[in-house]
């Protein structure tokens, strides 16, 4: 069955870069996604990528994939206070056209 | 850009009641909107797709009857928990999805608190 996993706490810094990794299992699949999930709030799509792409920037956003691995990674340059958050990675199963989506990494930012 | 909004933000309710949450898309239609629960330091479990005009398509393990959904209109879908249980309480979010955009976005409400006594 399909599933999309990732590690559930990270802890960083302000100012230094936080990567969060995530693997899935469907290769079908045609979209992934990054969520943001501020607390007692709805979910807000971050940024997306193709499954024909390898990178993709937005500005302190740099989304990899690595197909072979099924491997996608979000790394937020210069990470601010504001970024204190849940970050879902999601995957559209193709199969029927839902989003799955991994349990979370809940990002913590230290002064 | 699309909004998607949810009615109430937080409910109380005692147990055996019936509660609805409304979902709207206020700026555009949507084609398809799906509902999501959410247990704490948990993801977002998918309870059922609906689209306007037909009957919603329930995922594995969700109750039909318990979990009632109506998509009236293409900007409008309404969950009502029935007979709520203290084990119903949780975190309800609902998305809709335009069909028009090619990475077939779904635009997220901000959620509904359910707490049953």
């Known amino acids: 069955g399909e599933d999309v996993e990732q590690s559930l706490f990270l802890s960083v810094r302000e100012g230094d870069s936080s990567v969060i990794n995530c693997t899935y299992t469907d290769s079908s699949s045609t979209y992934l996604y990054w969520y943001k999930q501020e607390p007692g709030a709805g979910l807000q799509l971050l940024t997306y990528i193709f499954s024909n792409m390898d990178m993709k920037q937005d500005q302190r956003l740099t989304v990899l994939l690595n197909k072979k691995d099924k491997h996608l990674s979000l790394r937020i340059a210069d990470t601010q206070t504001g970024d204190s958050a849940i970050y879902f990675c999601?995957?559209?199963?193709?199969?029927?056209?839902?989003?799955?989506f991994g349990k979370g990494t809940r990002l913590h930012i230290l002064p | 850009g699309a909004v998607v909004s949810q009615h109430p933000s937080r409910v109380i309710c005692k147990s055996g009641t019936s509660v609805k949450i409304e979902c709207r898309s206020l700026d555009f239609q949507a084609t398809t909107m799906f509902w999501y629960r959410q247990f704490p330091k948990q993801s977002l479990m998918l309870m059922a797709t609906s689209n306007e005009g037909s009957k919603a398509t329930y995922e594995q393990g969700v109750e039909k009857d318990k979990f009632l959904i109506n998509h009236a209109s293409l900007t409008l879908s309404t969950l009502t928990v029935t007979s709520a249980h203290p084990e119903d309480s949780s975190f309800y979010i609902c998305?809709?999805?335009?069909?028009?955009?090619?990475?077939?976005?779904?635009?997220f409400g901000p959620g509904t608190r359910l707490t049953v006594l």
């Open positions: 999601a995957e559209i199963y193709n199969r029927d056209d839902k989003i799955i």
């Open positions: 998305s809709a999805r335009t069909g028009g955009l090619s990475y077939n976005e779904q635009f």
